[in-house]
C-alpha cells in the first residue's frame, strides 16, 4: 500500500520521531549531541517552529513541536539535512544516516498535550540513560530539564507547557514534577505512537471495547486522536491540497502562457526574464505582465519575480497597456 501523504499543516500540533537507518547511532558523543541539539533549537527559532518537549536519545529522537507558517516539512528538511552534513563530515562517514521518512503525528492538544510531552520527557529514564527521576532534572539531552528551570533554552516554550499545570510557576512546577514522577509506572505508551486504530481511540483497553460494542471509529495512522478530531484534520488537510494543487495548476498555466507570447514575439525567454530592454522585449514583457495581473490574478511582488524586474516595472507596463 502506497504511503500516504503527510498532514502538513501549518500551526498543528505534532510528534515527530526521527530514527537512525537500520537502527543506527545518529550521534555517537557530546560533540554530536550539542551540535543536533543547537540546530534543532537555531532551525526553529528560524521557522517559527515552536517546540514544547523534547529527548536525544543514542539512535533516534523525539519532538513535540507547532509547525511554523511553512510547516513541518521545511523545519525537518533544514534539521535533518544539515544535522547529517555535519555529521558525516565529522566522522568521515558515508551513506544515508536516517530512516527514508520520519513520522509525525498530528495530536489533539486538549486530549494528549500533557501525556505527550511526560511520555516524550521520560524517555532517557525508560531507556535507562539516566538512573532515577531526579537525574532527569539535570540531563542536558531532554527537554525536562528545561520545563523545571534547570537549563536554560530560550527556543523551548516551558510557559506553555506548565501553563497546563498551574497559574502561578512555582505551583505549576510542582504539579508538574508529579505529574512525570506518576508516568513512570506506566513504562511504554504504544497508544502514542503505535498503529492508527490504537492511537486514534486511546489504547488497546478502548479497542477491545469497542469491538465488544461493535462501533465503528473513524481513524488514521497520522493522527492522534478521537474520530471527531481525525475528521476535522483530514478535511482541513484535503481542503489545503486541493488549494495546493489548484496553484500548482495556475502556475503550469502561466509558464505555458509566457512561453506562447515569447515564441510569437521572438523573444527568447532567458532574455526576458534577464531584464532585457530591447523594444520587442519590452513589448513583450508588458504583454504578459498586463494578461498575469489583469487575467491571471497573479500579485505585482509575483509577476515581477516571474519577469525579472521589479513590482514597480510591473505597475507601470500594466499601466501603460491599459493606456494604449
Not at 537500520?22 to 560533540?31: A, T
Not at 515569447?262 to 532585457?276: H, I, N, P, Q
Amino acid at each position: 500500500m502506497p504511503r500516504q501523504p503527510r498532514l502538513d499543516s501549518p500551526g498543528t500540533l505534532q510528534h515527530v520521531i526521527v530514527r537512525g537507518i537500520e537502527k543506527r547511532k545518529i550521534v555517537d558523543d557530546r560533540k554530536d549531541r550539542e551540535n543536533f541539539v543547537k540546530r534543532m533549537g537555531e532551525i526553529a527559532t528560524d521557522t517559527n517552529t515552536t517546540i514544547y518537549a523534547w529527548a536525544l536519545m543514542t539512535n533516534h529522537a523525539h519532538i513535540l513541536l507547532r509547525s511554523g507558517v511553512h510547516g513541518l516539512s521545511k523545519y525537518m528538511r533544514r534539521l535533518l539535512t544539515s544535522y547529517a552534513i555535519t555529521y558525516k563530515r565529522r566522522h568521515k562517514s558515508h551513506g544515508p544516516m536516517f530512516q527514508n521518512r520520519y513520522t509525525s503525528i498530528v495530536c489533539d492538544e486538549d486530549a494528549y498535550f500533557r501525556e505527550l510531552v511526560r511520555y516524550i520527557h521520560l524517555n532517557p529514564l525508560r531507556a535507562k540513560a539516566v538512573k532515577k527521576i531526579s537525574d532527569l532534572e539535570k540531563y542536558p539531552w531532554c527537554g525536562h530539564a528545561v520545563v523545571i528551570g534547570r537549563i536554560k533554552q530560550e527556543w523551548q516554550d516551558r510557559d506553555h507547557v506548565l501553563s497546563w499545570f498551574g497559574k502561578k510557576e512555582g505551583e505549576a512546577k510542582k504539579a508538574y514534577r508529579k505529574y512525570v514522577k506518576d508516568g513512570i509506572a506506566q513504562g511504554r505508551r504504544p497508544e502514542l505512537v503505535g498503529g492508527g486504530l490504537i492511537r486514534s481511540v486511546g489504547g488497546w483497553s478502548e479497542v477491545k471495547s469497542l469491538r465488544r460494542r461493535k462501533e465503528k471509529v473513524f481513524t488514521d495512522e497520522r493522527v492522534l486522536g478521537r474520530g471527531d478530531f481525525v475528521s476535522r484534520i483530514l478535511k482541513e488537510s484535503d481542503k489545503r491540497l486541493r488549494q495546493q494543487l489548484a496553484r500548482a495548476k495556475g502556475t503550469q498555466k502561466t509558464e505555458k502562457f509566457i512561453k506562447t507570447v515569447c515564441k510569437k514575439e521572438k523573444v527568447s525567454l532567458e532574455e526576458l526574464c534577464r531584464g532585457g530592454r530591447r523594444r520587442h522585449v519590452s513589448a513583450a514583457r508588458r504583454q504578459i505582465a498586463y494578461r498575469l495581473v489583469e487575467d491571471f490574478g497573479i500579485p505585482l511582488a509575483e509577476a515581477a519575480r516571474r519577469l525579472g524586474v521589479s513590482p514597480s516595472a510591473i505597475s507601470k507596463a500594466v499601466r501603460r497597456v491599459m493606456e494604449e
